[in-house]
Nanobody
Framework: QVQLVESGGGLVQPGGSLRLSCAAS????????IGWFRQAPGKEREGVSCISSKDDGTTYYADSVKGRFTISRDNAKNTLYLQMNSLKPEDTAVYYCAADLAGWGICPGNEYDYWGQGTQVTVSS
């Protein structure tokens, strides 16, 4: 059974850092495209970052987070991470991880068929 469980969210001051984790089960994170999305109140869900399968390995970042966020995965722990630095109030959102188990292992531009329940990130002084 495929399951994605996010953790690591919380309240942080502007300029601070957080690391989100997404523990995966039912598949191997190295073998598929997986990514992070976020949704702020009153806004549409947006793609934050993704990483293709290990056969490709490319990463993608939204312009709004480029240079501040880093996506990575640990195959031994079967976990996806999002290191978020220099956080801004506009980064406040619920962050979701998602996996594309039906595609070719390439992102972005793909569809995601499994989603976690999300973790709240609030950036405020």
């Amino acid at each position: 059974q495929v399951q994605l469980v996010e953790s690591g969210g919380g309240l942080v001051q502007p300029g601070g850092s957080l690391r989100l984790s997404c523990a995966a089960s039912g598949f191997t994170v190295d073998d598929y495209a997986i990514g992070w999305f976020r949704q702020a109140p009153g806004k549409e869900r947006e793609g934050v970052s993704c990483i293709s399968s290990k056969d490709d390995g490319t990463t993608y970042y939204a312009d709004s987070v480029k240079g501040r966020f880093t996506i990575s995965r640990d195959n031994a722990k079967n976990t996806l991470y999002l290191q978020m630095n220099s956080l801004k109030p506009e980064d406040t959102a619920v962050y979701y991880c998602a996996a594309d188990l039906a595609g070719w292992g390439i992102c972005p531009g793909n569809e995601y068929d499994y989603w976690g329940q999300g973790t709240q990130v609030t950036v405020s002084s």
